[in-house]
């Protein structure tokens, strides 16, 4: 296949990321909303979830309604950029890795040539709030982290020393912001990401954290529900989560952790249960994907008995 560079990367052609072509060719690599996701800065993903799209244990989500959105928007977007900047030629992207860091992959909106050298890149980002939700100034580099993550990721795959950004609000106001190039950034980034296709590797899997897309792959993982089948729930795990519903003011993030725990450690078992009494059942929900629900009279369930050295968190 001929491949053309840009910069530091090479490019393997056109293709939509959930396309067949589009995971073959992202298995082993990270773009820039996977590293957001591997150094936990992305709202979609988390380590846990991208690890285990890594290793095809799920699939890739469909497009949401906002990005399509994005999709269609984008070429308006582009255009208005391209006038903005007569000093460039403004051409689409498509996928590209670093020529000497294969798992470095990027997928950039736009590329920017000057007499054929490749200057600049840029990214077109709609957004559906009228004043641009963790967006700041036009002109400056205050737009929100992940995606700062994503262009300093590009820009380090590019070589190149500044990406924008083309923003259409919510008012139908075109905003531009420029990010330059940090070379420590673009380190912290490296490592990272070598260190989490190391743990691909070896199958270390990440903990569970309290991001809603670690409990959706938690139930992805587990699609079936064995209603014959129960579990023992351990003292401490039963505490956790008796504590978490108990506790009317504990954060959203802390008790999506416990069920995440406990959905884990259910498998497909239908019923969860310690010392007699019912804890937890896993049920379907309208999607068709298993949901942990704790028993509703868990209020009513003596506490667990604990080890010496624990404690019942916010019993």
């Not at 106001?173 to 912290?188: N, T």
């Not at 699609?223 to 351990?234: E, G, M, S, Y």
């Not at 942990?292 to 369930?301: C, I, S, T």
């Amino acid at each position: 296949m001929l491949t053309a560079t840009a910069g530091t990367a090479r490019r393997l052609g056109r293709f939509r990321p959930d396309s067949r072509r589009g995971r073959k060719e992202r298995r082993g690599r990270l773009g820039g909303s996977s590293i957001a996701a591997v150094i936990g800065k992305s709202p979609w993903a988390s380590p846990y979830s991208e690890w285990c799209l890594q290793k095809g244990l799920i699939q890739p989500e469909p497009s949401t309604p906002e990005q399509m959105r994005g999709h269609y928007l984008e070429p308006g977007i582009r255009a208005w950029f391209a006038d903005q900047h007569p000093e460039f030629t403004v051409r689409s992207g498509g996928t590209y890795v670093h020529v000497e860091r294969d798992y470095q992959l990027a997928s950039p909106d736009a590329l920017c040539f000057q007499d054929g050298v490749l200057v600049e890149g840029a990214e077109f980002k709609t957004d559906a709030d009228a004043y641009g939700s963790g967006w700041g100034r036009p002109g400056t580099d205050e737009v929100p982290l992940y995606y700062r993550v994503q262009v300093v990721w590009y820009m380090d795959t590019f070589g190149v020393p500044r990406w924008r950004f083309g923003l259409l609000d919510g008012r139908l106001s075109f905003r531009e912001y420029v990010i330059e190039y940090d070379a420590v950034e673009a380190a912290i980034l490296r490592d990272a990401a070598e260190d989490f296709l190391a743990s691909v590797f070896w199958d270390e899997m990440p903990d569970l954290d309290p991001h809603p897309a670690t409990y959706a792959t938690v139930r992805k993982l587990h699609p079936k529900i064995d209603r014959d089948a129960t579990v023992q729930l351990p003292p401490v795990l039963a505490a956790e989560l008796r504590a978490a519903v108990l506790d009317v003011g504990a954060a959203e993030t802390r008790k999506r952790l416990v069920l995440s725990k406990v959905g884990t450690f259910m498998g497909n078992a239908r019923r969860a249960m310690h010392g007699g009494y019912d804890y937890a059942l896993r049920q379907l929900s309208s999607k068709g994907l298993p949901y942990v629900k704790p028993d509703n009279h868990l209020d009513q369930v003596p506490p667990p008995d604990l080890p010496d050295d624990t404690t019942e968190e916010a019993a």
